[in-house]
């Protein structure tokens, strides 16, 4: 096709899309015209319906009732084919036969359940991540649901905060990458088709600047902080096409999220102009009286709509509150209708007044449930999602020729746990096709090898009953594989931790296992970055494998034995100790920097600790080594509207292929506000085979250079910029110093 009969189709798409908005946008307000006062609330209105409850829940007797009046217009937590078309059912009942919406936390996979979203990202291969959330979009949408409460896209610095396991980490270019991915992900090529859900852009906004990594409280930052850290991601989600947006339960110096007309008016619908719908959290337009901001229901409602939130989610506010905030004149008839049309126009796009139950069918949900091409992908991004932190003594890969392994921990058996948090139990389907540790392991080895299983001590026992046995079976073997961490449901929503440190008397396992001298290695599971000093500084092979899904015990399998060669790298910096905490890369400079192998006095440094984490972010290694040469910048002065291009070489130098994670990071030396030490701006994962050697290009630009001045003006300055070019953000490799000039 030539360049001209390209362009041409483009415009006739383009025209396509824009009669197809406009016919909506009529049948939108059409339908607004037959619609009372109360029917409008009632699309403002969502319960929870007969699914696990992700929040306190309000008992309705009359929910049947009311969806049958019409004053329900969306309903959470409701799966499955039989359950959505039950209660859609009810809706096509109603005066106007104005659909439900189906909302679900489809987190990190429907019945595939992929690794959690933090061990995704240190995959940092948005390839994988789309394709993980497009499956996961197929399975859920199959299953009678509309719409996802995800991605969550808060920054997250503090791994107190138990919900870092639902982000993409600490850095912003990263995440702002990864939150774009998700969205394509869920929503696929278009809203209707049958394979997608609407994503849900959380929380707005930050959320992962809890004070304290305590959920759920206060958040307190300057303005340039919260625009060059914290709005970037979502700005993403806008620019990817987002449907739907969700405020946070947080409040923001000093006004509740929910209320917050400044994040939601100004910011979302004004300067993004965003055209989807906001839902409150669950509950926080009614938790506005609790922080102090709403003396009642009512005032609660008033703040809630007139600051921009759009569906309540189970707090009843609006249901019991705004039609008589409206008679009243206190609330324009406009704002209620805004609300309506944005929530309108989506059920209308999703193709649901054409068929109210294109979503539930039986067919297709059997054939979504049961697709061997999921299982093989869920596979493959775990194994990708595995960051190897230690393998000094190259123990790794194990040789499939041993002939007796010792398999211990708390985590070796059970098989729902690798789910980890915010996965969904799948009523249609039993728990026989998640993997286990021990049952991937099995997979791997053959007939010659003996696999030996000691438990240990659980996650949380402060008893050492079963070291004794542990201990035995270790001198056993010709290997250990020590399987430890946190138990699968203390990280997530309200899995805030004061210590991240293993939990019980696991550290002490790993210490008498030690003693017996064999060749040990040892997984960690948890769903954050945790302290484990002793183990970290004393055993020299040592996987990170978070909670990573329905297939767990075979993805670690195929790390162990060399079968996929490991090239995840850290999405968070892990801490020495909680004292550190919030503690990440791209920190600002002090007046009195310390230098952490000469530490004098009156330096920003800790008397009692290094500065510097345990493991830095953007670390892993892989079982192969990478050469960095020859950095080239095609200048060393550019102008404002010029660009850079900057080329290297890296080498394979290892015997085996492998996969490396290339960080591109920049420091503006002097600006008129400080800058950070070094900021991620740019990455590649390339593939190499041994003694291969590839070009790496990257090109900067304006929009690298760029920040927010003190009066968030989002500007370049002239001066000296240094590029580095790092295998983490604390190893760089190759440097060079270049000017922006006027």
């Known amino acids: 096709m030539n360049k001209k009969a390209i362009l041409v189709l483009i415009i006739l798409l383009s025209i396509s899309s824009f009669s197809q908005d406009k016919l909506i946008e009529q049948k939108v307000e059409n339908l607004l015209k037959q619609m009372t006062l109360e029917e409008k609330i009632g699309q403002l209105n969502q319960y929870t319906g007969d699914g696990g409850a992700t929040g306190p829940v309000t008992i309705n007797p009359n929910k049947q009732a009311e969806i049958k009046q019409g004053l329900i217009g969306s309903m959470l937590n409701v799966m499955g084919v039989q359950h959505t078309r039950q209660y859609q059912e009810l809706a096509m009942q109603s005066r106007l036969k104005i659909p439900l919406l189906f909302g679900l936390d489809v987190v990190h996979g429907y019945k595939t359940t992929f690794p959690l979203p933090l061990a995704e990202a240190a995959s940092w291969d948005l390839e994988a991540i789309e394709k993980s959330a497009r499956i996961a979009a197929i399975e859920a949408s199959a299953n009678g649901i509309h719409w996802t409460f995800a991605p969550m896209v808060d920054i997250g610095r503090d791994p107190r905060w138990g919900r870092v396991m639902e982000g993409a980490g600490e850095d912003t270019?990263?995440?702002?990458?990864?939150?774009?991915?998700?969205?394509?992900?869920?929503?696929?090529?278009?809203?209707?088709?049958?394979d997608a859900v609407m994503a849900c852009s959380k929380?707005?906004?930050?959320?992962g600047a809890a004070v304290g990594g305590r959920d759920y409280n206060s958040v307190d930052m300057s303005e340039r902080m919260l625009w060059e850290t914290y709005l970037p991601p979502f700005k993403a989600t806008v620019d990817a096409g987002v449907a739907t947006f969700m405020n946070s339960f947080n409040d923001l110096n000093g006004i509740p999220a929910t209320g917050n007309a400044y994040l939601q008016r100004d910011i979302l619908k004004g300067k993004w102009n965003f055209k989807g719908f906001v839902v409150s959290d669950w509950g926080s337009i009614g938790e506005m009286i609790a922080h102090g901001y709403a003396k009642n229901g009512k005032e609660a409602a008033f703040s809630a709509i007139t600051a921009g939130s759009d569906m309540d989610m189970e707090s009843n506010a609006y249901r019991y509150n705004l039609a008589a905030l409206?008679?009243?004149?206190?609330?324009?008839?406009?704002?209620?209708?805004?609300?309506?049309?944005?929530?309108?126009?989506?059920?209308?796009?999703?193709?649901?007044?054409?068929?109210?139950?294109?979503?539930?069918n039986a067919e297709r949900q059997k054939k979504a449930l049961n697709n061997p091409e999921h299982t093989k992908f869920a596979r493959e991004i775990a194994a990708k999602s595995i960051v190897l932190l230690k393998n000094e003594n190259n123990l790794?890969?194990?040789?499939?020729?041993?002939?007796?392994?010792?398999?211990?921990?708390?985590?070796?058996?059970?098989?729902?746990?690798?789910?980890?948090?915010?996965?969904?139990?799948?009523?249609?389907?039993d728990s026989t096709y998640i993997i286990s540790q021990w049952k991937g392991l099995e997979n791997k080895v053959g007939k010659n090898t003996k696999l030996l299983y000691a438990r240990g001590c659980g996650f949380e026992d402060n008893s050492k009953a079963g070291f004794d046995e542990a201990i035995a079976i270790a001198k056993q073997a010709d290997v250990v594989i020590l399987t430890i961490g946190e138990r699968w449901d203390m990280s997530g929503e309200a899995k805030s931790r004061s210590n991240i440190q293993l939990p019980g008397v696991q550290e002490d396992l790993v210490k008498a296992i030690h003693t017996t001298g064999k060749p040990m290695v040892v997984l960690i599971n948890a769903g954050r970055p945790l302290v484990f000093d002793w183990t970290a500084d004393n055993v020299p092979t040592i996987l990170y494998t978070w909670w990573l899904g329905s297939e767990a015990g075979n993805a670690i399998a195929d790390v162990l034995f060399g079968d996929y060669n490991p090239s995840a790298k850290l999405p968070m910096t892990f801490p020495r100790s909680e004292g550190q905490i919030p503690i990440y890369y791209n920190y600002f400079n002090t007046g009195r920097p310390s230098k952490e192998e000469n530490h004098t006095n009156y330096v920003s440094a800790y008397i009692d600790l290094k500065n510097s984490p345990k493991f830095p972010f953007g670390y892993g290694l892989s079982y192969t080594t990478f050469e960095y040469s020859n950095l080239q910048l095609s200048s060393s002065k550019i102008k404002e509207s010029e660009k850079i291009t900057l080329s290297f070489q890296l080498k394979n130098s290892g015997k085996v292929a492998g996969e490396e994670v290339v960080q591109l990071y920049i420091q503006d030396k002097f600006a008129s506000?400080?800058?950070?030490?070094?900021?991620?701006?740019?990455?590649?994962?390339?593939?190499?085979?041994?003694?291969?050697?590839?070009?790496?290009?990257?090109?900067?630009?304006?929009?690298?250079?760029?920040?927010?001045n003190q009066k968030l003006d989002w500007i370049t300055e002239p001066g000296e910029f240094e590029v580095m070019i790092g295998t983490s953000s604390a190893d760089i490799r190759l440097n060079q110093l270049f000017e922006l000039i006027n």
Not at 332 to 349: H, P, S, T
Request: aromatic share 12%; proline share 5%; net charge positive.
């Open 173 to 194: 270019y990263l995440g702002s990458k990864i939150a774009f991915a998700r969205v394509k992900g869920f929503q696929g090529k278009k809203l209707g088709d049958l």
């Open 203 to 207: 929380h707005f906004a930050a959320y």
């Open 326 to 360: 409206v008679n009243e004149g206190k609330v324009d008839i406009a704002l209620v209708d805004d609300a309506v049309r944005r929530i309108l126009y989506k059920k209308f796009e999703l193709g649901l007044f054409d068929d109210p139950y294109c979503f539930s």
């Open 396 to 429: 790794l890969p194990l040789s499939k020729q041993i002939k007796t392994i010792a398999f211990i921990g708390p985590a070796v058996k059970p098989a729902r746990g690798n789910h980890g948090f915010w996965s969904i139990d799948v009523k249609e389907v």
């Open 673 to 708: 506000v400080v800058r950070p030490v070094k900021e991620l701006k740019d990455f590649q994962k390339i593939k190499l085979q041994p003694n291969e050697t590839k070009t790496i290009t990257f090109i900067i630009d304006k929009e690298k250079l760029s920040f927010y």
